[in-house]
């Protein structure tokens, strides 16, 4: 079985074995509040992830229809319900709103229930930080793969100063995290680039690689990179519907992003 040791990460599950539920006395109001904004700021994430690579602007123009462009209304624009009471069309035109929204939305609340169930109040806010901003990463990059440096390195920048805060005598294993962390999959770009002759991560990779080395410390790297891998075959394989061609591209920063939120949650796998 995989455990969690409880060795290297900022944020361990102290006192109980039971899911936080248990340790939220008197903790309700900040967490329903918490869950009540998680789809907003989903669906925030993949507007932005819709409008970034274009460069159009991000916040203007949310409540209008993308085919038939007439104005929404405040019903058509709640997170999650508005998408099912239209079944996912708009309803004057019919136009399909598209899955990604939905998905976003759900992904963005699961992001925020992890956290208020597996963290203890004081971990939530660096928590919510580091998994919308994954998330929001992951959008981007499934969308147009890219990994924007606007904002791996806030990311990077963030995961120091939460090591600082949180776990100022282990600041040094953060900040190593980071270096190795952009480090190794530099490399490993480049020994792929020379074996296979075309490019296989991105330098976007290697940026995110270094902000989760920021947060989860060095020693937590090779579990989230070995999270990632299975997971990149895993979308891979699902991409190819069965098959893996390894010809066509698949971005690679959910698969990051996944193996770093569930060290840094969890702590890295150990072989009981
Ligand atoms: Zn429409």
Known sequence: MFVN?????VLTRE???????????????????????????GSFA??????????SPTVAGRSRCA??????????????????????????????IGWAALVAELAALAVALWV??????????PALALGWSLLLLSLIDLKSMLLPDRITLPLLAAGL???ALLAPERWSDHALGAAIGFGSLAVLALLYEKTRGRTGLGGGDAKLFAAIGAWIGWAGLPSALL????????HAFIQGRGRLSG????????????????????????WR
């Open 247 to 270: 010809g066509e591209r698949i971005p690679f920063g959910p698969a990051l992003a996944l193996g770093g939120w569930i060290v840094w949650l969890h702590g890295p796998l150990a």
């Open 46 to 55: 993949g507007l932005v992830a819709d409008r970034l690579p274009s460069g």
């Open 116 to 125: 208020l169930l597996a963290l203890p109040e004081r971990a939530w806010l």
């Open 5 to 9: 040791p409880s060795g290297v990460t």
């Open 161 to 163: 100063a939460s090591a």
């Open 15 to 41: 006192n109980s074995n039971l899911p936080g539920l248990a340790r939220m006395d008197g903790q309700y109001a900040p967490a329903l509040l918490i869950g009540l904004a998680a789809p907003c700021v």
């Open 67 to 96: 085919s038939c462009e007439a104005r929404l209304r405040w019903h058509e624009l709640v997170p999650i319900v508005s998408w099912l009471a239209q079944r996912g069309r708009c309803r004057r035109c019919g136009a399909a």
């Open 227 to 234: 999270i990632a891998g299975i997971a990149g075959i895993a």
